[in-house]
């Protein structure tokens, strides 16, 4: 199913952190928390810019995360983030982390342009890949790039958003809804400022792949909302060239679980 473009963008980035408003969580708040430390959601962590602000992404292999090309912009310079700015922390939760490591470098989707009006063209382009300065994938995991969503066994988006920032809170068995016509992939997963960049799985044989990332929440008017994603194919031969892997390794931490089990008992 494709959607026209007459959308008006709500962009989820947290760079610097929103102020207000939960405009990704579509009707009813469907997050749970879910266990840092477990795979595959210790391969997730927060990206920090040291000013307070946050995105979110994913291990994609040992070295290389991927997440959202709007989060590496900073409003105030209105300047490209420098690498070294940036840190990744892998299995955050509440102050605590699993391992944590500086960016050494950004490759930025060809054709993304940092200081224009964003708009469901742009968010076609909108991811980036982080090289990290240590294997932190070899401690706590990575997942395998995965193909189109659909079908799919079980769907989950998980990230730190704006009002969850210490914790990982997943919306899980949420579904991809269509195609807009630039190719962004919808969802009606619940997804926030800071979840930008934050991977939307999908478990096939109880394996989870990454099939895309969340970018931006679109209003469809009448206060109803669509989540926006970039769909891994769209940046897999880049990423396979600077050093993603597959299959996933859930590293030596953690063990796969089923995510349907791996929350905890309250909603966060």
């Known amino acids: 199913m494709r959607i026209a473009l007459t959308l008006v963008v709500l962009l989820a980035a947290a760079f610097p952190a929103a102020a207000a408003g939960l405009d990704g969580v579509k009707g009813a708040d469907d997050r749970v928390e879910v266990v840092a430390r477990q795979y595959p959601w210790s391969a997730v962590g927060r990206i920090n810019n040291g000013q307070g602000g946050h995105c979110s992404g994913m291990l994609i292999g040992p070295k290389l995360v991927v997440t959202a090309a709007h989060c590496l912009w900073n409003k105030k310079t209105r300047q490209p983030m420098p690498a070294q700015s940036l840190r990744f922390v892998a299995g955050y939760d509440r102050g605590q982390y699993l391992a944590f490591t500086q960016v050494e470098k950004t490759v930025i989707a060809p054709g993304w342009v940092f200081d224009q009006p964003y708009s469901p063209v742009l968010a076609a382009k909108d991811w980036a890949l982080l090289l990290l300065a240590e294997p932190l994938g070899e401690q706590v995991g990575w997942v395998a790039l995965g193909a189109n969503p659909v079908p ?67 209003g469809m008017g009448g206060g109803k909302f669509l989540g926006g994603a970039v769909a891994a194919a769209e940046f897999t031969a880049e990423a396979n060239r600077r050093g993603a892997q597959s299959p996933g390794r859930s590293g030596v931490l953690t063990q796969p679980l089923d995510p349907r089990v791996s929350v905890t008992a309250q909603k966060p």
């Open 152 to 218: 799919a066994d079980w769907l989950v988006t998980v990230g730190y958003g704006q009002d969850k920032a210490h914790i990982p809170a997943a919306h899980l068995g949420c579904h991809v809804t269509g195609r807009l016509q630039t190719g962004v992939l919808t969802h009606d997963c619940d997804a926030v400022h800071g979840d930008s960049g934050a991977p939307v799985l999908v478990w096939r044989g109880g394996v989870p792949t990454l099939a895309a990332i969340h970018v931006a929440t679109f």
